[in-house]
C-alpha cells in the first residue's frame, strides 16, 4: 500500500505564476515531511522540509504547506521558473522509524517560458 | 567539496552475476541509505545503516546486501538472487538523528545485458 501518493504525475506552469504540488499521506506516525527535485539522471536535491508542530514553512519562492487533518501537504512555488522544469518528490519519516524515508510517485513539472 | 560520490554512473551485469555498488561520503553523516528508482515510480529503500557495522533491511531488501565497515562507505551488492536488477540506483546520507534532510548522490544506472 501506498503510504504517500502523490495523485498528479504532471503539471504544467507558465512561467511566473505560481506552481502547486499536492501530496497526501496515510500513516498518522509521520511527523516530518520533504520535497525533492530531480533532473534526470541526477539524484534528488532537497528543498525545504516541515515537521508536524508547524503548519507552514517558507524558503524564497518554495512554501510547504501541511494539513495534519486532512493528512495533505502541498508545495508552491511562486513565481515559476524555466529552471523549476523537473520532477517533485514528496517524502515522509516517523521519528517512530528512525530517518527512514518513505516517498511518493513524484510529479512532473514544465515551467512553459 | 562535501558530498556523495557514486560509481560507477552506467554498469552492466550479465545474468547470473553480483556486481557491487560504491558509495562514499565526506559529510561525516552517521546514516547512509540505498534506494531504488524505476521508471515513472518514486524512490523505494533496500538496506540503511545509521552507524558503522550496523545496517537495517529496508522494504526490497531481497536479492540485495550491504556492508557498513566504515563511516564513509556503504556499497551495495545486487546479487544474483535479485531478479529484475535493472533500475536507478540512489544511495543517500543523513546526520542520524531524526528530522534531518538526507542528501543523495548522483545514482548508477544498472543494466542487464
Known amino acids: 500500500d501506498q503510504q504517500v501518493k502523490q495523485n498528479s504525475p504532471s503539471l504544467s506552469v507558465q512561467e511566473g505564476r505560481i506552481s502547486i504540488l499536492n501530496c497526501d499521506y496515510t500513516?498518522?506516525?509521520?511527523?516530518?515531511f520533504l520535497w525533492y527535485k530531480k533532473y534526470p539522471a541526477e539524484g534528488p536535491t532537497f528543498l525545504i522540509s516541515i515537521s508536524s508542530i508547524k503548519d507552514k514553512n517558507e524558503d524564497g519562492r518554495f512554501t510547504v504547506f501541511l494539513n495534519k487533518s486532512a493528512k495533505h501537504l502541498s508545495l508552491h512555488i511562486v513565481p515559476s521558473q524555466p529552471g523549476d522544469s523537473a520532477v517533485y518528490f514528496c517524502a515522509a519519516s516517523a521519528r517512530a522509524a528512525g530517518n527512514k524515508l518513505t516517498f511518493g510517485g513524484g510529479t512532473r513539472v514544465l515551467v512553459k517560458p | 567539496d562535501g558530498g556523495i560520490t557514486q560509481s560507477p554512473k552506467y554498469l552492466f551485469r550479465k545474468e547470473g552475476q553480483n556486481v557491487t555498488l560504491s558509495c562514499e561520503q565526506n559529510l561525516n553523516h552517521d546514516a547512509m541509505y540505498w534506494y531504488r528508482q524505476d521508471p515513472g515510480q518514486g524512490l523505494r529503500l533496500i538496506y540503511y545503516?545509521?552507524?558503522?557495522?550496523?545496517?537495517q533491511k529496508g522494504d526490497i531488501a531481497e536479492g540485495y546486501s550491504v556492508s557498513r565497515e566504515k563511516k564513509e562507505s556503504f556499497p551495495l551488492t545486487v546479487t544474483s538472487a535479485q531478479k529484475n536488477p535493472t533500475a536507478f540506483y540512489l544511495c543517500?546520507?543523513?546526520?542520524?538523528?531524526?528530522?534531518?534532510?538526507?542528501?543523495f548522490g548522483d545514482g548508477t544506472r544498472l543494466s542487464i545485458l
Open positions: 545503516s545509521q552507524i558503522v557495522n550496523d545496517f
Open positions: 543517500a546520507s543523513s546526520i542520524s538523528h531524526t528530522n534531518q534532510p538526507q542528501h
Open positions: 500513516n498518522s506516525m509521520f511527523d516530518y
